[in-house]
């Protein structure tokens, strides 16, 4: 399994993805799952990968490819708007699982995958989308900014909060930290290290940063997180206190 | 779906479950899913299920016509133990499946239930069970002691530092409802009102309340989570601010 996110607020874009791969629970690795690409000076790309993670390297070189290849080769250089980007990807997403597609039925495996594609190109405004593997792709939405891939469910609700609440670049970096804690505690296949990317909206320059499974970071984080948690759950209204509720009721 | 939950803590248990059943998007309606058996002063029972109303219902309706039933009986009432009631509902609860089972897979489909079940019998410890389709269970986890059934993933972190905090029973009440509303915004098949059950241990007495879905009480909830959440947030140590990290490294 694998857990990226991607959030859209008012000052900007943040962005966190796990490292944790596996093929089966006996066969763990730990992987890049945050891809940055700055080609030229007016645009910046972050790619988050979920799926085969086969066909995201091979994706990942056939960008790099593509890059190196003399103007008119379509690229992340040549696209003029993000959402070209996104098609841009979802065709080599497509190409790259069509051609093991075959070989990958025959023992029963899946080769697709999906992305988060963020950043910004010229003056546009600083999106999010999220590219399938067929090649199409959705923006973000715009009443709950924030996208998610892989194992979404665990850490959903501070996103939800975080977006509509309105919260900084740095506080929605928090909170990104806490829905991937969240997410790592309940599900194994998610797990440190974690890459972190922060974009502030028109700066055109990236601020990226890891946080490893032993750092003091985290640790702090985590134990704040807990103690601020239970004074939260003490100051809500009391609700059903035995003395305060009625006797039993037979069904 | 469905999203029920119990805990088990120092003090005794505590049970919540949603209301929302669905047969497809379009067909919404609203059932309880908690149900009290007291069938003598020595014992209390708490049911919770998720799966097929069908086999839900008759399941409590077989459990009504053995407590009616004249003594020599297998019913609640005869159980010299928890996990004997678990034992007891499973067998109705593979019977029933079993009786449907073929004309319910001539249309595609599945009459299987699970149970939570908790409660006390005579001086046993208050215990939890988690009763499968095919009648066997397993105990609530020493380590972490609660159980959810339906969704269960979006309100799990709740009930995780729940235990790990060690919690009073009305701490613990509040937690729950917390877990439920982080569930109920993120799926929309599970939904109130929302049904309740607190345990002392040993008082062979249970309390139960109702949360209806314009109550001001799960207003004000809300309201303090969303305020409180943000202060924690805002509590937690800097780790990202874009002007401490490193500029951006190309891929």
Known sequence: MTYCLAMRLDEGLVFLSDTRTNAGVDNISTYRKLHVFTPAEDRVFVLQPAGSLATTHQVLDRIRVDLAAPNGTESLRSVDHLHEAALYLGRLNREVAAEHAQALAAVGADGTATFILGGQVGDEPPELFLVHGEGNYIHVSEDRPFLQIGESKYGKFLL????????????????????????????????????????????????????????????????IWYLHLLSVIEALPSLAAPEETDAVQPD
Do not use: C, I
């Open 160 to 223: 939800d909060f975080a977006v509509t609440a309105g919260v900084d670049l740095d506080t929605a970096t928090k909170v990104a930290l806490g829905s991937m804690m969240s997410t790592s505690r309940a599900n194994l296949s998610v797990g440190p290290p974690y890459d972190g990317a922060v974009y502030r909206n028109g700066s055109h320059e990236l601020h990226q940063f890891r946080v490893e499974a032993d750092s003091s970071v985290l640790r702090e984080l985590q134990e």
